[in-house]
Each structure stands twice: as C-alpha cells, then as structure tokens.
Nanobody, 132 residues
Framework: DVQLQASGGGLVQPGGSLRLSCAAS????????IGWFRQAPGKEREEVAC????????DYEDSVKGRFTVSKDNAENTVYLQMNDLKPEDTAVYFC?????????????????????????WGQGTLVTVSS
C-alpha cells in the first residue's frame, strides 16, 4: 500500500509563494504518478498538476500554468508543488494522490491525462489561504 503525507500549506499574501510537499511512505517512483488536487469551499475537487515519476512528464491546469511547478526528489520519495504569484482564487485545501503508472502522456500531438477517479491513494489535505 502507498501512504502519502502532504504538508506546506499556510497563509500567504497575494503574489506570494508556497511550496507544498507530498512524501510517500515507500519508494514509488516509476510505479506511481503523483497528482496535486485542490478543493475550495463549495466547489468540486479539481486537478492542479501531475507528474509521471518515471519520465518526469508533467501536466498543469490552465489557471496555474506559468505559476506552479511540480517536481520530484527521488532520494526523498517526495513530490513538490512550487506555487508562485499566488492569487486569492488559489485558496483551497490541497491534496496529493497517487495513480498507478502514468498521469499524463503525449501521443499524436494530443495530451492524455487520467481522471480524478483513477487516483487510488490520497494524502490528507493541507490548507492554502491567499489573503491580504
């Protein structure tokens, strides 16, 4: 089984930065991909970004492209979400989750991603609040 621990949330002013961490209980790189999701009050959970831990291919939701960066540290069994230029609309509980194999691949000039329902292992959420 895979257990995930998300951390790094907090209160930040608009334009500020935070780095979230998702630590896995065992080595999963190459076996699972990791996705970052968020859920704001009254809204559905949405994917923010994901990374294939094997080939390091990444995918981002349009509203965070150019501001958020997902990366991995094999030695630490940890995936990070660097969030820059944060906006009030980024306020949400952020979750990391693991899906078997890949989360994104490119084929024939198209991008394929796995849906939220494919992610079988979830960490607890970490709250990010962007407010002045």
């Amino acid at each position: 089984d895979v257990q995930l621990q998300a951390s790094g949330g907090g209160l930040v002013q608009p334009g500020g930065s935070l780095r979230l961490s998702c630590a896995a209980s065992r080595f999963i790189f190459g076996e699972y991909a990791i996705g970052w999701f968020r859920q704001a009050p009254g809204k559905e959970r949405e994917e923010v970004a994901c990374i294939n831990t094997g080939d390091s291919l990444t995918d981002y939701e349009d509203s965070v492209k150019g501001r958020f960066t997902v990366s991995k540290d094999n030695a630490e069994n940890t995936v990070y979400l660097q969030m820059n230029d944060l906006k009030p609309e980024d306020t949400a509980v952020y979750f990391c989750a693991a899906v078997k194999g890949w989360c994104v691949y490119h084929y024939d000039n198209k991008i394929y991603t796995k849906p939220l329902s494919s992610y079988a292992h979830w960490g607890q959420g970490t709250l990010v609040t962007v407010s002045s």
